[in-house]
């Protein structure tokens, strides 16, 4: 970046800073034919050395000098501020000078041109003359309301029916100052000078200068001796007499004139002589045309750097455009030159440094079109081109050395009196062989396209060029008068342009309208982290992440929660896609909420469980308790009665023995009412215990009693509990029957659980419970009394295993 | 502010790097501190034997560039004085009274122009 503004400084110095600056007491010659004046002038201003002007009038003013002009220059100038004195002493009017040994015409006025059919010139072509004649013509031909489209139709009709030169000195009629005719035929010419009827302008030569002038006396006497009309209207001898028609300016005329003479130059060669219709015309013409291709050359280099894929591509492009923009900045740099100098001569030169190198250039593009980039082998064919460049260009800048390519005469004007030497035939053979070599290797690419568009183009472009050159050789206007440095830009831009169309580099057009409907976020970052293209949804990529992500690709980067970059690298960047996690996120918090929510809900069930369980097992102590109640009751309520009645009761021993039997069988009733909620089995040994126990308290009561349990192993609660209550209720029985001894054995036979009794009385007159033989027989056992001739037996049978298969 | 920032930078930093990152409490975007690379982080990865050496040494480095990224941040970032949130420079405004974040300054309707963009 430094080094482009470095060269963009040199370039403004090199445009700017370049003209000499010189100071001093000089007195120049501005206006063409001013030089009579001068030199009549110098004696007469002690310490001034006459020059001719190096630049422009009012440069030459603001550096000191003295400038001798005409009124139309100095009045304006000075009323913007350039030159504060002007002094005024020759009154030159424009006339007709007719050479009367060439035409007997009668000539009066400007009107009078146009019959005669004789051809008319002006006595110079200078832009300052210019101006002057046709003011002079304008007023002329219309003194109330002059205006230049009269004067150019004047010049033109006189064009194509006699004939008009601007440099015609040599015409029979000619349109001059006074003086300057009057100097003619004081050099022996024969011309009649004629102030036209239809009016003339006279304008004021004089000084115009920054500083006050001290002339010394006599200068009138001087201008009349030197055959100079006096500002005053005093003339020598040999003017004509008669200056009726002649009007000068006044101080309000100027503004009027400089916009009815401004572009003279311009308009005369395009309407009047249809010259230059294709080209620049005029200084500011040129100038401007200079800088508006130079700028249109940049925004194409622009354009197409954008469009480039190939970074060698890429780099024959920028050389390309530098090459035209030098070639045109040099070429207007060489424009502003005052003089036909050696700079201006070296600035000549210098354009074959930019117009040889085109070919060379155009020639290396199409070497590298069908190559890969960065092929090495690529260079080997392309040094003998760059080497014949470089050499043509040494023997052009060292022409002044030996004058092989441009011939002219030392000192001489060589701009307009020069001829070419063999050098350059051969500089330009050379340059014509690698255009040739260039095009031949386009078409040849051309017809290898696949594309019908690639055959065309570069096709196209070899055709429209032959055209060109057939009409510059025809000298048809449009490619004769067009300006050939610039023809020969269009036509590099355009050869590119045709490569570029023609598919044969390849480019990134259609890039802008993939990133335009790309679904995904996609973004193309350049080197500096700058945007160089993105998708239309895709957010920006602010400095931070780009340089984190430049720091670290491979991890993706968080621009918010719901966004997210990742990065791959291209060449020259990066390419940054983003990642939409909104619906991620969204689905990770439907999920966190689920989850919660279900968590909550088990909560809630688990909590609802153990309420119900709770409250089931409630319920089941409070029905246990009630089934409890409703199997105790009745033994409680007997039990009670009991109680009630032993105080009358005359054995109460034995009743006594009774109820504690009583309650012995409701606690163990109590502890099997319990085990068989608890679903477990009861041991053998524990029953028989409990046998024993029952026993134990029927002794106490008189009652012999004796209990035996077998192996039996464990029983199920509810076989055990009918065994118990049989052993209770025969006990019971034989208590209060008093049928002693009692003997009582429980054993297992086969599948059969049996539980014998041999009581000492006749059972024959008790009957045990109803509840007991109901369970008895819900279980599909049976209780049966026996007897045995000198004894009674009772047996319970049970299934072992609980109730039987019958 | 030091301490609010330093409560606020996120560790994103790797083996290879230390960086840091900021999230704006208005717009939600995270700015991220410039990258700042391991000393070691080459022979780190062929020293096993010196893992204990320059697991110290990556802790040292980290505090600094800790240190480092929150001066970074210090100049991007303010502490909005009503909601005393911390908010990026596109989302602070300067307003003719006080200086507000975007969210403050639109509820009190103070106009404002953000301190970058």
């Not at chain 1, 004046?37 to 006459?50: E, I, K, R, V």
């Not at chain 1, 006025?109 to 003011?135: C, H, Q, T």
């Not at chain 1, 014509?432 to 696949?450: D, I, M, T, V």
């Not at chain 1, 609660?717 to 001894?741: G, K, M, Q, V």
């Amino acid at each position: 970046m430094k080094r482009r503004w470095s060269l963009l400084l040199l370039l403004c110095l090199l445009l700017t800073g370049c003209s000499a600056a010189t100071s001093g007491e000089h007195l120049i010659s501005a206006a063409e034919g001013s030089g009579a004046y001068s030199a009549a002038l110098l004696p007469f201003l002690p310490g001034y050395a006459l020059r001719d002007g190096e630049d422009t009038l009012y440069a030459e003013v603001s550096q000191g000098s003295a400038v001798t002009c005409f009124d139309v220059q100095a009045i304006p100038a000075m009323a913007r501020g350039v030159g504060r004195y002007w002094y005024p002493h020759v009154l030159a009017t424009v006339v007709l000078a007719v050479d009367r040994t060439r035409t007997d015409a009668v000539i009066t006025g400007w009107n009078s041109l146009r019959e005669i059919g004789v051809p008319v010139g002006m006595s110079s072509f200078s832009v300052v003359r210019n101006m002057l004649a046709m003011g002079a013509l304008s007023y002329g031909l219309d003194p109330e309301k002059p205006s230049k489209r009269d004067a150019l139709d004047f010049l033109e009709h006189l064009c194509q029916s006699g004939g008009f030169e601007l440099d015609g000195s040599d015409a029979p009629v000619l349109i001059c100052l006074d003086y300057e005719a009057a100097a003619w035929n004081r050099d022996g010419g024969t011309y009649e000078i004629i102030v036209p009827v239809e009016g003339t302008l006279s304008y004021r030569m004089g000084l115009l200068s920054d500083v006050p002038l001290t002339l010394d006396p006599g200068l009138d006497e001087a201008l009349l001796a030197a055959g100079l009309p006096l500002e005053d209207g005093e003339k020598p001898s040999g003017f004509p007499s008669d200056y009726r028609s002649a009007r000068t300016l006044s101080e309000e005329d100027y503004d009027r004139f400089l916009i009815l003479t401004g572009d003279s130059s311009r308009d005369l060669r395009r309407q009047v002589f249809h010259t230059r219709l294709y080209t620049t015309a005029d200084m500011r013409e040129h100038i401007l045309a200079a800088l508006l291709i130079t700028a249109a050359i940049l925004l194409w280099k622009g354009t197409v750097s954008h469009r480039m894929v190939r970074h060698d591509i890429r780099r024959v492009v920028n050389v390309l455009s530098w090459l035209m923009v030098g070639w045109l900045l040099l070429r207007l740099f060489k424009y502003q030159l005052p003089q036909e100098g050696a700079l201006c001569r070296v600035c000549w030169y210098g354009y074959y440094l930019f117009q040889l190198a085109l070919p060379v250039a155009l020639l290396y593009l199409t070497e590298i079109l069908d190559r890969t980039e960065g092929e090495k082998r690529l260079l080997r064919p392309l040094w003998p081109p760059f080497v014949v460049y470089v050499l043509s260009v040494l023997l052009v800048m060292t022409n002044d050395l030996h004058q092989l390519v441009f011939r002219f005469t030392p000192g001489g004007s060589w701009a307009s009196d020069y001829c070419y030497g063999p050098g350059y035939w051969i500089v330009m053979v050379f340059s014509l062989l690698f255009l040739a070599s260039a095009l031949w290797r386009l078409l040849r690419q051309g017809c290898q396209s696949p594309s019908p568009r690639g055959r065309f183009l570069p096709l196209l472009f070899c055709t429209g060029l032959l055209a060109y050159l057939a009409a510059y050789i025809k000298r048809v206007p449009l490619a004769w008068e067009s300006d050939l440095t610039v023809n020969i830009c269009i036509l590099s831009v355009l050869f590119f342009e045709a490569v570029l169309h023609g598919g044969l580099i390849p480019v990134n057009t259609q890039y802008q309208r993939l990133f335009a409907s790309a679904p995904i976020n996609l973004t193309l970052l350049d080197a500096d982290g700058r945007t160089v293209l993105s998708s239309p949804g895709a957010r920006p990529v602010s400095r931070s992440v780009w340089q984190r992500l430049r720091t670290d690709m491979q991890q993706p980067l968080l621009r918010d929660r719901d966004t997210q970059f990742h990065a791959v690298p291209v060449r020259s960047g990066m390419a940054v896609w983003q990642e939409d996690l909104s619906q991620l996120n969204r689905l990770q918090k439907e999920s966190q909420d689920m989850q919660t929510r279900l968590e909550a809900a088990n909560a809630l069930l688990r909590e609802e469980g153990e309420v119900k369980k709770r409250l089931l097992a409630a319920e089941a102590n409070r029905a246990l308790f009630e089934q409890l109640d409703r199997d105790m009751e009745r033994r409680i309520a007997s039990l009670s009665h009991l109680i009630e009645a032993l105080p009358e009761e005359a054995r109460p021993g034995n009743l006594t023995a009774y109820i504690t039997l009583c309650l012995c069988h409701i606690k163990r009733r109590c502890n099997l009412f319990f085990l068989a909620r608890q679903g477990e089995p009861l041991p053998g040994d524990e029953l028989g215990m409990y046998l024993d126990e029952l026993a134990e308290l029927a002794r106490y009561g008189g009652l012999k009693t004796l209990l035996r349990c077998g192996q039996i192993g464990a029983l199920k609660i509810r076989s055990a509990a009918l065994c118990y209550d049989f052993a209770f209720e025969t006990i019971s029985w034989a208590l209060r029957e008093e049928a002693s001894p009692l003997m009582g054995y429980l054993e297992k036979e086969g599948s059969q659980l049996a539980f014998r009794f041999l009581p000492g009385g006749n059972p024959g007159r008790w009957q045990f419970s109803r509840e007991l033989t109901a369970a008895v027989s819900a279980l599909g056992g049976q209780i049966v009394c026996k007897d045995l001739d000198d004894a009674f037996g009772i047996c319970l049978t049970l299934p072992f295993g609980g109730e039987s298969s019958d | 502010m030091t301490s609010l920032l330093s409560s606020h930078l996120e560790d994103c930093s790797t083996s290879q790097y230390f960086c840091f990152s900021v999230r704006c409490e208005v717009c939600g975007e995270y700015w991220y501190s410039s990258s700042i690379p391991f000393s070691k982080a080459a022979q780190a990865a062929q020293h096993q034997e010196k893992k204990e050496l320059y697991d110290a040494i990556y802790q040292r480095e980290k505090e600094r560039a800790k240190l480092a990224a929150g001066q970074e941040a210090r100049e991007r970032f303010s502490q909005c004085p009503v909601c005393r949130r911390l908010v990026c420079d596109a989302c602070f405004l300067i307003c003719d009274e006080m200086d507000l974040c975007r969210e403050c300054a639109a509820r009190m309707k103070e106009p404002g122009e953000p301190v970058a963009t």
